[in-house]
């Protein structure tokens, strides 16, 4: 969904055309005033491509006429095909009759608008607001259109061809721990304080109700985030590089993971010396001592059970020079 692959004629079908009987020809009769363009797909299912002011109504009575009985919603996305527009896509499934089908339809690139679902499939519910963040297809009638997995603030389209890709700024999940005491969290308030702040806050305006000046502040604002994230994760990374240990120390052996910092007061004092300990210069460790003389594997054939002890001897030694060498580093 996300390659930057485009065929040179993706409208056209890839592939052969249904067989007579086949559940295109069910769809013909039940709405005859529909008209579909069919093909197989690489699964074997019968893809039907349809005008986008259709879509509700071919859902609907697919799932409510006997012939069909389309009553599963499997999975519902989009794919953008850049100057072609984009492709919204739903994966159905009939329980009853074990048949399934593939509804296809066009939506401009521009403000691509669609009717949503919702009334005819529940799971559409949370389908259609991934679409609306992850493509910028916006669903006329949905009940709850909010972001779903990105921030509520955030109006980009990750999923769109146009959206600029970034290499990886970081090892996932390393610098967590070095974000938070960068910025802690919020002292908690307490409940009279906290229902005047959510009296006294005021009500978000949606990117919709925005004027140009407003959404390109909203960007603006967005962008110095990204850009100040960014220049953490590279102090960190440099860090790294000269030989700092992870950020909170190293860790005993199976000691679990420390908690992330509290900003109670009792917990400030506990954690005071753990950076001193923690910014150790390369410079000042132990050297690592000399590996173990490891002994021989034999060959399999000749002498398994050799070869066995040999493995079980090998990776002994190699636990025991890295319990060592942590021990080693930290100082005991």
Avoid at 146 to 161: A, M, Q, S
Avoid at 267 to 289: F, G, H, M, S
Wanted: hydrophobic letters at 35%; aromatic letters at 4%.
């Amino acid at each position: 969904m996300t390659s930057r692959r485009t065929p040179a004629a993706p409208a056209e079908p890839t592939s052969n055309e249904p067989p007579p009987g086949s559940i295109a020809d069910t769809y013909r009769e039940v709405m005859p005033l529909v008209d579909f363009d069919a093909a197989m797909t690489k699964g074997d299912d019968v893809a039907l491509t349809i005008p986008a002011n259709s879509i509700h109504e071919v859902l609907e009575r697919g799932r409510d006429d006997e012939r069909l009985q389309m009553n599963l919603l499997r999975n519902q996305t989009a794919v953008d095909w850049e100057e072609r527009g984009l492709e919204i896509v739903y994966h159905l499934y009939s329980i009853p009759l074990r048949q399934a089908v593939t509804i296809k339809a066009w939506l401009p690139s521009e403000n691509p608008m669609v009717e949503s679902v919702t009334d005819v499939y529940e799971m559409a519910n949370w389908a259609e607001r991934e679409c609306r963040e992850m493509f910028g297809i916006e669903f006329i009638g949905h009940p709850d259109p909010r972001n779903l997995l990105l921030d509520e603030d955030l109006d980009i389209h990750p999923l769109r061809k146009s959206h600029p890709l970034a290499p990886i700024e970081m090892e996932q999940g390393v610098d967590v721990e070095f974000f938070t005491k960068q910025h802690p969290p919020p002292e908690p308030v307490v409940e009279e304080e906290a229902v005047a702040t959510t009296a006294a806050a005021p009500t978000r305006k949606r990117v919709e109700d925005m004027t140009e000046e407003e959404r390109a502040a909203r960007k603006a604002e967005q962008a110095e985030r990204v850009a100040r994230a960014r220049e953490i994760a590279a102090k960190r990374r440099a860090e790294r590089l000269a030989g700092a240990p992870p950020a909170g120390g190293p860790r005993k052996e199976g000691a679990a993971p420390p908690p992330r910092p509290t900003p109670a007061p009792a917990a400030a004092p506990a954690a005071e010396p753990a950076p001193a300990r923690a910014a150790a210069p390369t410079a000042d460790r132990p050297p690592a001592p000399p590996p173990p003389e490891l002994p021989s594997i034999p060959d399999a054939e000749e002498d398994p059970e050799g070869r066995a002890a040999a493995q079980s001897e090998r990776v002994r030694l190699g636990r025991e020079l890295a319990a060592a060498r942590r021990a080693q580093l930290r100082g005991e």
